[in-house]
């Protein structure tokens, strides 16, 4: 994990470094550049990371993504860009002793947003080493970064599956340069955590003052929603290309604000990242399309500045869907040109899931919004999915109306922005919650850049009301008794919940049922024992591998041996049989298990549920269910885990 960490703060920094100069070129008409270098540290991550990206994908394009071609590059640009290194040093230098001279000076909320950000940077750094129980991390997006690894650079299809080994690739690649490094699949988690920092660094950096306080509204407003803190260590895409295409918007209205052409540039920048990374981005493309056409018409955006900005964002977007349009003759394979390679049945049942709902007790609702009963429903889902229960969120929809009041046409594009994102999620990608995440996030930047405005016209009165009357708490706050008594005083009552939490679970007999995330975090129990009491299948294929048994006969799990790998340190013994190997059917059953030297296999408590039937298919079920109830009469049960999953060991040579 540290060596990850370690990779990625020296992408972030080679990509700032190179980003310094494009800014400073391009802002060189511009009376001020940028607020400060606290501004460009905070709002240049995720730029910084799509610059990487971008040079990446030249490199990869010719399979040049090896050490002895990285290093002497990296090293010579950094020679090259010596006094922006330098520069960016500085201003990362500058950061920290403002930080120490607001503390001198009675403000502690700047160290206070500094500690908190090394607590969820350690928090979700240890979460991240919870193996995913997503399958697609193990099936796609794992394998598609080692892919590029292997390879060194991309090849078509990337792994072996027609669709998904032709897709965009831009965050699978962050995740192979981190893995390049780390050697193990929680650099990628590591990769996602920083451009999730990124993203809430870029937001807080909006506040014009009191960029400190802007950043606990920005964790109060986003982080308290499981939606977004959950999916932070996941080695998922949904979450990062979400991050740079609501950046790409935040990059734009920065660009209103100030008129800084480097915001327009950096929106380009990230913009492309998003659409590098999934084809759903390209309705971001639209939307911002639809607001700088009209001013490149009306002369209010020069090309002089539109064309730099559109060359960065065809570096970066550009391969995934030239070379998809070279190769399959289709720059968005397998949609509306044609699918080669994928048969008409695959693409049919591919588009019907798609085009419903995930679960099959929310595809009633009516998506065609030409209707009544559409709005109604659209309105429904907004309310009960998104805003019920969810006081932050009643909080954002509040400020996004009081930025509306104050400052109407600063404001308004952004709310628009977020309607026409969730009403395109809703007619067009009403398949699962986890395509709205842009909207949703988008939603509350709104918030935050609303409570920003208000802020902005209370500026005088605070000034003049609130933080005289504060100036004694922070002369007191800034006497060295204070300086020196407070950090003590803050690890002795740490040190004292901790301790009274620890007896209260148990001490040294803690239940690991009863465990949380949070205790792992504590260090009370370890990621193995938590794992084994929380997770479905990991107790059992760990005491697969740790037997060696061979082979083990599980339909049920759409990753089953990707996740026994997963599960165990990377180790692929071959110990199960992949959940597709089945027999056909009319064929001989005891033939079957024979040549597959099936002697284990695991059922878990819903086998025979609708839902694993329409995932897995009726027929495969009923198929492996044949199989099952065979071996069963000659079978004994081993090991039974919390979660209900058995596990049987078949003895071929005892009589039924």
Same mark, same amino acid.
């Given at each position: 994990?540290?060596?990850?960490?370690?990779?990625?703060?020296?992408?972030?920094?080679?990509?700032?470094?190179?980003?310094?100069?494009?800014?400073?070129?391009?802002?060189?008409?511009?009376?001020?550049?940028?607020?400060?270098?606290?501004?460009?540290?905070?709002?240049?991550?995720?730029?910084?990371?799509?610059? &990487?990206?971008?040079?990446?994908?030249?490199?990869?394009?010719?399979?040049?993504?090896?050490? *002895?071609?990285?290093?002497?590059?990296?090293?010579?640009?950094?020679?090259?860009? =010596?006094?922006?290194?330098?520069?960016?040093?500085?201003?990362?230098?500058?950061?920290?002793?403002?930080?120490?001279?607001?503390?001198?000076?009675? !403000?502690?909320?700047?160290?206070?947003?500094?500690?908190?950000?090394?607590?969820?940077?350690?928090?979700?750094?240890?979460?991240?080493?919870?193996?995913?129980?997503?399958?697609?991390?193990?099936?796609?997006?794992?394998?598609?970064?080692?892919?590029?690894?292997?390879?060194?650079?991309?090849?078509?299809?990337?792994?072996?599956?027609?669709?998904?080994?032709?897709?965009?690739?831009?965050?699978?690649?962050? $995740?192979?340069?981190?893995?390049?490094?780390?050697?193990?699949?929680?650099?990628?988690?590591?990769?996602?955590?920083?451009?999730?920092?990124?993203?809430?660094?870029?937001?807080?950096?909006?506040?014009?003052?009191? @960029?400190?306080?802007?950043?606990?509204?920005?964790?109060?407003?986003?982080?308290? +929603?499981?939606?977004?803190?959950?999916?932070?260590?996941?080695?998922?895409?949904?979450?990062?290309?979400?991050?740079?295409?609501?950046?790409?918007?935040?990059?734009?209205?920065?660009? $209103?604000?100030?008129?800084?052409?480097?915001?327009?540039?950096?929106?380009?920048?990230?913009?492309?990242?998003?659409?590098?990374?999934?084809?759903?981005?390209?309705?971001?493309?639209?939307?911002?399309?639809?607001?700088?056409?009209?001013?490149?018409?009306?002369?209010?955006?020069?090309?002089?500045?539109?064309?730099?900005?559109?060359?960065?964002?065809?570096?970066?977007?550009?391969?995934?869907?030239?070379?998809?349009?070279?190769?399959?003759? !289709?720059?968005?394979?397998?949609?509306?040109?044609?699918?080669?390679?994928?048969?008409? &049945?695959?693409? %049919?049942?591919?588009?019907?899931?798609?085009?419903?709902?995930?679960?099959?007790?929310?595809?009633?609702?009516?998506? #065609?919004?030409?209707?009544?009963?559409?709005?109604?429903?659209?309105?429904?889902?907004?309310?009960?999915?998104?805003? *019920?229960?969810?006081?932050?969120?009643?909080?954002?929809?509040?400020?996004?109306?009081?930025?509306?009041?104050? %400052?109407?046409?600063?404001?308004?594009?952004?709310?628009?922005?977020?309607?026409?994102?969730?009403?395109?999620?809703?007619?067009?990608?009403?398949?699962?919650?986890?395509?709205?995440?842009?909207?949703?996030?988008?939603?509350?930047?709104?918030? $935050?850049?609303? &409570?920003?405005?208000? =802020?902005?016209?209370?500026?005088?009165?605070?000034?003049?009301?609130?933080?005289?009357?504060?100036?004694?708490?922070?002369?007191?706050?800034?006497?060295?008794?204070?300086?020196?008594?407070?950090?003590?005083?803050?690890?002795?009552?740490?040190?004292?919940?901790?301790?009274?939490?620890?007896?209260?679970?148990?001490?040294?007999?803690?239940?690991?049922?009863?465990?949380?995330?949070?205790?792992?975090?504590?260090?009370?129990?370890?990621?193995?024992?938590?794992?084994?009491?929380?997770?479905? %299948?990991?107790?059992?294929?760990?005491?697969?591998?740790?037997?060696?048994?061979?082979?083990?006969?599980?339909?049920?799990?759409?990753?089953?041996?990707?996740?026994?790998?997963?599960?165990?340190?990377?180790?692929?013994?071959?110990?199960?049989?992949?959940?597709?190997?089945?027999?056909?059917?009319?064929?001989?059953?005891?033939?079957?298990?024979?040549? #597959?030297? +099936?002697?284990?296999?695991?059922?878990?408590?819903?086998?025979?549920?609708?839902?694993?039937?329409? @995932?897995?298919?009726?027929?495969?079920?009923?198929?492996?269910?044949?199989?099952? /109830?065979?071996?069963?009469?000659?079978?004994?049960?081993?090991?039974?885990?919390?979660?209900?999953?058995?596990?049987?060991?078949?003895?071929?040579?005892? /009589?039924?």
């Amino acid at each position: 994990m540290i060596v990850g960490w370690f990779a990625v703060v020296s992408i972030i920094l080679w990509g700032l470094v190179i980003d310094k100069g494009i800014v400073a070129w391009l802002n060189r008409r511009c009376d001020q550049p940028f607020r400060d270098g606290t501004d460009f540290l905070f709002s240049g991550i995720l730029p910084a990371l799509a610059i &990487a990206g971008g040079a990446a994908t030249i490199l990869g394009a010719f399979h040049g993504l090896r050490w *002895e071609i990285v290093l002497p590059i990296v090293a010579v640009s950094m020679i090259w860009r =010596r006094r922006d290194l330098v520069a960016v040093l500085r201003d990362l230098a500058s950061l920290l002793g403002k930080i120490a001279a607001e503390v001198k000076n009675g !403000n502690p909320l700047p160290a206070l947003a500094a500690l908190t950000c090394l607590i969820l940077g350690y928090v979700w750094s240890v979460l991240a080493q919870f193996p995913s129980a997503i399958a697609d991390v193990w099936v796609f997006h794992i394998p598609l970064a080692n892919s590029i690894i292997d390879h060194a650079g991309f090849v078509s299809p990337q792994i072996d599956h027609p669709f998904y080994g032709n897709i965009p690739l831009f965050f699978n690649l962050l $995740f192979a340069l981190v893995m390049m490094v780390s050697g193990h699949w929680t650099g990628a988690a590591v990769m996602n955590i920083a451009i999730f920092f990124g993203f809430l660094f870029l937001l807080s950096s909006c506040a014009s003052r009191w @960029r400190a306080c802007g950043f606990f509204l920005v964790a109060a407003l986003i982080l308290s +929603i499981p939606f977004f803190r959950g999916s932070v260590g996941e080695p998922m895409t949904d979450l990062a290309r979400s991050c740079f295409s609501v950046a790409a918007v935040l990059f734009l209205w920065r660009y $209103f604000e100030t008129r800084r052409p480097a915001e327009l540039f950096h929106c380009a920048l990230v913009l492309g990242g998003a659409v590098g990374g999934k084809y759903t981005e390209l309705q971001m493309v639209v939307l911002i399309g639809l607001i700088l056409i009209p001013m490149l018409l009306k002369g209010r955006l020069s090309l002089p500045l539109l064309l730099p900005c559109l060359c960065a964002f065809l570096v970066i977007a550009g391969y995934w869907y030239a070379k998809n349009l070279v190769v399959l003759g !289709n720059p968005i394979y397998p949609f509306m040109f044609g699918h080669p390679g994928l048969s008409d &049945a695959w693409m %049919a049942d591919y588009m019907l899931e798609l085009g419903r709902a995930f679960d099959p007790a929310n595809r009633h609702f009516v998506t #065609n919004l030409a209707t009544l009963q559409g709005w109604q429903d659209f309105l429904y889902i907004l309310y009960d999915w998104f805003l *019920e229960n969810k006081p932050n969120a009643f909080a954002a929809l509040a400020l996004i109306l009081a930025g509306l009041t104050v %400052a109407f046409r600063r404001i308004a594009f952004l709310a628009a922005i977020v309607f026409a994102m969730f009403v395109i999620w809703y007619t067009v990608m009403f398949n699962h919650i986890r395509w709205a995440t842009p909207a949703y996030l988008l939603f509350f930047s709104t918030g $935050f850049i609303g &409570a920003s405005l208000v =802020r902005e016209r209370l500026d005088k009165w605070l000034d003049r009301q609130v933080l005289p009357r504060m100036a004694p708490l922070a002369k007191m706050a800034s006497s060295p008794a204070c300086r020196v008594a407070s950090p003590v005083i803050i690890v002795l009552l740490a040190g004292g919940l901790w301790i009274f939490h620890w007896h209260r679970m148990g001490g040294s007999d803690i239940d690991p049922a009863r465990t949380k995330d949070l205790h792992v975090v504590l260090g009370m129990i370890s990621v193995d024992k938590y794992m084994e009491s929380h997770r479905e %299948a990991y107790l059992m294929y760990r005491y697969i591998a740790d037997h060696d048994l061979r082979t083990v006969f599980q339909p049920f799990d759409t990753a089953n041996t990707l996740l026994s790998t997963a599960y165990n340190d990377g180790r692929d013994g071959g110990w199960q049989l992949p959940r597709y190997v089945l027999p056909a059917p009319g064929s001989d059953i005891d033939a079957f298990i024979k040549d #597959n030297h +099936i002697a284990y296999f695991i059922v878990p408590p819903d086998a025979d549920s609708a839902f694993l039937a329409e @995932r897995i298919g009726e027929d495969k079920i009923v198929m492996a269910n044949s199989v099952i /109830a065979r071996m069963m009469p000659r079978s004994s049960l081993i090991l039974t885990d919390r979660f209900g999953w058995k596990l049987y060991r078949f003895d071929a040579d005892r /009589a039924s």
